[in-house]
């Protein structure tokens, strides 16, 4: 017989509504703390938000984020934040990178005297390194990026709860896009709480967590709208115990693996990814947990209209579409 790793026994009966006081319970309350910390302490805004000035440096040497750090680690700027810029245009001796500073106390702006510093430093470092280009970001276009960036989480619920509602029902849609803002109030909450740096690479995490969050909440809303037709003459709530225990095993694997490649990235990626790596973590263990705990409690309060034609019966026509 072939070995097979579980995470979890092949046939399980758990009560997964037998402490839903304090699962459910606990997630409003989470919910609801996590938005009094972001309104008291605020979000720690990387330059991404602050505004600052933008650097371009470009040599014949390949760009060490690292050494350029501590070249510029004696300057006191504050943030900064160092890429490589990559292009498939750039000649192969060509390394650019784009350094970031934060504004520093009571100006917008970098003065041009620590410009001079901050390449004096990296002239020290690499001699034959150049400037091309110095700009300025006021506080006006960082203003419109947290705009963009709120548009873009808005926009992507909304197509999820789109999404939702055509391949299920409205009460699915309702239950999997509040589960979602359960899960990403909750993970910014913890970013306020610590005081985790909020920059555009978090938004990205965030919308990540939107995906993965959805994808483990279709599956169990895929079962279990097969066995509601399957059990027409069982209770709701037994028939969401029943669909969650069936993909609890492919639930743990995929959530457990994911970990794993996330725990490495989070200790050997470095500091520039560490907040993404922290942000999409959190947010995949807070995602496994809303799709068993959550979504399903929501359509429970809700209720489903058992006798009403389902979407996907032969001939309707949702019937070809694939979850």
């Known amino acids: 017989m ?15 509504f037998k402490y839903q006081k304090l699962t459910f319970g606990g997630s409003i309350v989470m919910t609801v703390a996590a938005l009094l910390v972001w309104a008291v ?25 690292g050494a350029y750090r501590a070249a510029l680690g004696t300057l006191d700027l504050g943030d900064v934040s160092i890429i490589e810029v990559t292009d498939p245009t750039f000649r192969d001796d060509q390394h650019v990178a784009m350094i ?18 901050l390449e004096g430093a990296l002239n020290a470092l690499d001699p034959a390194m150049v400037f091309p280009s110095v700009e ?40 999997a896009v509040l ?14 709480l610590f005081q985790i740096k909020f920059d555009l690479t978090i938004i990205a995490a965030l919308l990540t967590i939107l995906g993965y969050s959805i994808n483990d909440t279709v599956v169990v809303f895929d079962r279990l709208r097969e066995n509601l037709i399957k059990y027409k003459t069982t209770a709701l709530r037994e028939v969401m115990n029943i669909s969650v225990n069936q993909t609890l095993g492919r639930t743990l694997m995929t959530s457990s693996t994911t970990l794993v490649a996330l725990t490495a ?9 560490r907040g993404f790596t922290f942000a999409i973590a959190f947010g995949v263990i807070l995602g496994t947990y809303s ?15 058992r006798d009403k034609p389902k979407k996907d ?11």
């Open 2 to 16: 072939a070995w097979r790793l579980r995470l979890a026994p092949e046939h399980t009966t758990f009560d997964f």
């Open 41 to 65: 302490m605020g979000l720690n805004y990387g330059i991404d938000f602050k505004g600052g000035t933008t650097i371009r440096t470009e040599s014949t040497q390949p760009v060490d984020i």
């Open 100 to 117: 970031r500073i934060a504004p520093q106390e009571g100006s917008e702006a970098v003065t041009p005297e620590v410009i001079l510093a």
């Open 136 to 175: 300025s970001v006021g506080p006006k276009v960082s203003g419109e990026l947290i705009l963009k960036a709120i548009l873009a989480m808005v926009g992507a619920t909304a197509g999820i709860l789109v999404y939702i509602w055509l391949r299920f029902e409205w009460q699915f849609a309702l239950g």
């Open 179 to 192: 589960a979602l803002i359960h899960d990403i109030f909750i993970t910014i909450g913890v970013f306020a």
């Open 265 to 273: 990235m989070l200790i050997f990626g470095g500091d520039v990814i």
């Open 291 to 305: 799709s068993v705990f959550v979504a399903k409690n929501i359509v429970l309060m809700i209720g489903l209209d």
């Open 313 to 323: 019966a032969p001939g309707s026509e949702f019937a070809n579409i694939d979850a």
